[in-house]
T-cell receptor, first 114, second 112 residues
Framework: AQSVTQPDIHITVSEGASLELRCNYS??????LFWYVQSPGQGLQLLLK??????LVQGIKGFEAEFKRSQSSFNLRKPSVHWSDAAEYFC????????????FGKGTTLSVSS | DTEVTQTPKHLVMGMTNKKSLKCEQH?????MYWYKQKAKKPPELMFV???????INESVPSRFSPECPNSSLLNLHLHALQPEDSALYLC???????????FGEGSRLTVL
C-alpha cells in the first residue's frame, strides 16, 4: 500500500536550534517526494522536492531534505529555526504525471519557543 | 505568474443554499484538483481533472459537484451541504512534468 508516515505529531524547538522532521514512505514505483508547509488559515506552500539525482535537496527558507532509499525516508532539516517557521509541515509522495494525486502524511506541527 | 487563485476566501451558507467555489490558474497546467481539509488534518483529495476531464472522484457525496469549464478554471458547486462539510477547500494545479502541486490559499466554508 502507498503511504506516508510522519511519526511526530507535534515538535517544539527553541529559536535558533536545529530542526529535523521525519518522513517515511511506502510507494510501489519510483517516488517523487515533497515537503509542504502550511501556516494557519493558509494554503500549502512547497518547500522542496526530490525527483532524482543528488539525494540532498535544498529548498526555500533555508530548509533541506535528504532522500535515503534504503530507509524509505525523506527527512526535513533546518540548521537554525526562526519563530516564523512555526507551522504545519506535510510530507507527500507522488508520481511524475499530470492528474496523479499526492499522498500526504498526517503532518507535524512545529512550535518555536523563545 | 505562479499563482492559483481561489474565490471566495470565506463563505457561510445554510444547508438549503446553493453556492460555488471558484479556482483559476494561468500557468498552463493541465491537471486541477479539489482537496478538503479539516483543522489539524492533511488535505483529503476530492476530485482531479486532467485535460479538462474528470479523472478521479474519491467517492465524494453528490452534494459536491465539480466543473472544469476550461483548462484554467475549476469550480466546485455546493448544494444541500451539512455542517460537517465545514472545512478549508483547497484548489491545486499541476503541470505533470515536475510532479508538484501548486495550491491556492483556500476557501474557508462554514455550513450553518
Amino acid at each position: 500500500a502507498q503511504s506516508v508516515t510522519q511519526p511526530d505529531i507535534h515538535i517544539t524547538v527553541s529559536e535558533g536550534a536545529s530542526l529535523e522532521l521525519r518522513c517515511n514512505y511506502s510507494y510501489g514505483a519510483t517516488p517523487y517526494l515533497f515537503w509542504y508547509v502550511q501556516s494557519p488559515g493558509q494554503g500549502l506552500q512547497l518547500l522542496l522536492k526530490y525527483f532524482s539525482g543528488d539525494t540532498l535537496v535544498q529548498g526555500i527558507k533555508g530548509f533541506e531534505a535528504e532522500f535515503k532509499r534504503s530507509q524509505s525516508s525523506f527527512n526535513l532539516r533546518k540548521p537554525s529555526v526562526h519563530w516564523s517557521d512555526a507551522a504545519e509541515y506535510f510530507c507527500a509522495v507522488g508520481a511524475r504525471q499530470a492528474g496523479t494525486a499526492l499522498i500526504f502524511g498526517k503532518g507535524t506541527t512545529l512550535s518555536v519557543s523563545s | 505568474d505562479t499563482e492559483v487563485t481561489q474565490t471566495p476566501k470565506h463563505l457561510v451558507m445554510g444547508m438549503t443554499n446553493k453556492k460555488s467555489l471558484k479556482c483559476e490558474q494561468h500557468m498552463g497546467h493541465r491537471a486541477m484538483y479539489w482537496y478538503k481539509q479539516k483543522a489539524k488534518k492533511p488535505p483529503e483529495l476530492m476530485f482531479v481533472y486532467s485535460y479538462e476531464k474528470l479523472s478521479i472522484n474519491e467517492s465524494v457525496p453528490s452534494r459536491f459537484s465539480p466543473e472544469c469549464p476550461n483548462s484554467s478554471l475549476l469550480n466546485l458547486h455546493l448544494h444541500a451541504l451539512q455542517p460537517e462539510d465545514s472545512a478549508l477547500y483547497l484548489c491545486a494545479s499541476s503541470s505533470g512534468e515536475a510532479g508538484e502541486l501548486f495550491f491556492g490559499e483556500g476557501s474557508r466554508l462554514t455550513v450553518l
